[in-house]
């Protein structure tokens, strides 16, 4: 019995998807949060499991929740993963964002504060800003330069 309950357990935490971070910034208030999971600063992080509400910020001075800076917002799961720049208010331009969904290669760059909603959202429902990767392991490699 004890055997058959190791078994299920093991077959259960081998199903879990595993999504790779890579963030870089040359920003000296570079911060990228992951609710359930912490704070961090840049550097290439793995994470068996999803990754929901990400955030990764820098500029002269943005707190853990990307305010008041560029922002490049994610979430990787083993269904669908999204990811996306945000000037949303309280959100502003503080520094070029630009990141890139793995494996797939959707991206997107904002490099002024007038960078676009095809590139950024600028309001709740600029969708044409959000970029997918329905791969099971899907990352995101996020860059930000000051």
């Known amino acids: 019995m004890l055997a058959s309950i190791f078994t299920v357990a093991l077959a259960a935490t081998g199903t879990l998807a595993a999504h790779t971070i890579n963030f870089t910034s040359n920003c000296p208030s570079a911060i990228m949060q992951i609710p359930g999971h912490g704070v961090y600063r840049t550097g290439k992080y793995t994470f068996n499991g999803d990754v929901n509400g990400g955030i990764a910020s820098a500029g002269r001075s943005c707190s853990q929740d990307g305010v008041p800076c560029s922002s490049v917002e994610f979430t990787l799961n083993g269904k669908y993963s999204t990811g996306d720049i945000t000037l949303i208010p309280p959100h502003k331009y503080s520094a070029r964002a630009a990141f890139q969904m793995t494996p797939g290669g959707s991206s997107a760059v904002c490099d002024n504060a007038n960078c676009g909603p095809k590139n950024a959202f600028y309001k ?6 959000q970029r997918y990767d329905p791969s099971p392991n899907a990352g995101i490699n996020i860059q930000i330069t000051c």
């Open 124 to 129: 709740p429902d600029d969708y044409s800003a």
